[in-house]
């Protein structure tokens, strides 16, 4: 029994990753994924660890695969993904509050991405402007299209996330 968990833990995992990753690249060939204003449709899949705690190191794997792929600078890479990570984790822990689960990746990418963008990118603007842009693409990511996402899955989740 126990192997078949960690197997259903992996593959889960492993899924959400590659959806992860495939997402970011349809946003970037939209190029809607990268600079101040931002639109990641992959994001919206934070809504996960809802679901399943496999979700958390999936994310964060499929933002890291996402960060390198796209040729993203190392700062971007560490803490793009960590800002992930940390949505992820604060998710999993509210997931049985429907409208503040998506909160936590909104505020991660809030507090960290505009340090990215300004520091390690030097894109102009200003770390205000950054948390508003990216603050409206986390939302519309996150917060509309995840909330749709759960609406979605909460039907099936038996069969989904067993």
Known sequence: MKNQTNTRFLTQSGAIAAVYVLL???????GLDSGAVQ????????????????????????CLLSNLLAGGVI???????????????GTRLLRKKRWLAC????????????????????IPGGIPWFMFTVGMGEVLSCGLLGQLLWSTLDKHKGQLFK
């Not at 970011?24 to 939209?30: D, E, G, I, P, R």
């Not at 934070?46 to 994310?59: E, K, Q, S, W």
């Open 24 to 30: 970011t690249m349809l946003a970037a060939a939209l």
């Open 103 to 122: 909160l936590p990746p909104i505020l991660a990418n809030v507090l960290i991405i505009p340090f990215v963008l300004t520091y390690a990118y030097g």
């Open 39 to 62: 639109l990641r449709l992959s994001e919206a899949l934070t809504i996960l660890p809802v679901f399943t705690p496999a979700a958390v190191p999936g994310l964060f794997i499929g």
């Open 75 to 89: 700062w971007d890479v560490i803490f793009g993904s960590l800002a992930t990570l940390l949505g992820a984790i």
